[in-house]
């Protein structure tokens, strides 16, 4: 008799805990399902539309820039970036102009704070950067756009850069 009314008293918490970690399970599913989402819609292939900095002085600085970016959709990215006048620049000169940027790396995402973060692997024209974390907020805009800005470590937005989704091959 003891244990049928050691039952009836143990049976709603044993109900009700069930029930938490079916919810919790159900949480982390759902932040990796949201996660999921998120990294296909970066999937693609991008045009760099502008790339602003912003000077600690105070306005904006267009950089004059063109490049591409790339995530994939099993959470690898590639970015490459030049000022536009760099193959002109080149030209007129004996020796070996560059400039810009260019890495390779994967991908996490913070959906908490509009982070991605790309981790980087490899650059040719940072070296500095391998193994490096590369942060940027993101922001998917109105007009299907993508803006990565980048921010110094008090929180002010130091550059951002925006990337136009290329939909076939009439774009490339």
Request: glycine share 10%.
């Amino acid at each position: 008799m003891q244990a049928m009314q050691w039952l009836k008293l143990a049976l709603p918490t044993l109900v009700a805990a069930a029930a938490l970690v079916l919810l919790i399970d159900d949480d982390g599913a759902s932040a990796a399902n949201d996660e999921e989402r998120m990294l296909q819609q970066f999937t693609g292939h991008y045009e760099l539309v502008s790339f602003i900095r912003f000077p600690e002085e105070g306005g904006e600085v267009d950089t004059n820039y063109e490049g591409r970016i790339m995530y994939d959709g099993d959470g690898n990215m590639s970015a490459i970036g030049m000022p536009k006048d760099l193959p002109v620049r080149a030209a007129r000169s004996e020796e070996n102009i560059s400039g810009g940027f260019a890495y390779y790396g994967t991908v996490s995402l913070d959906l908490d704070n509009d982070i991605i973060i790309h981790h980087v692997q490899g650059s040719p024209t940072r070296g500095d950067w391998d193994g490096e974390d590369n942060i940027r907020y993101f922001e998917f805009t109105d007009e299907g756009l993508l803006k990565l800005s980048m921010k110094d470590d008090s929180g002010r937005t130091i550059g951002t850069l925006t990337w136009r989704k290329l939909e076939g091959p009439a774009d490339t």
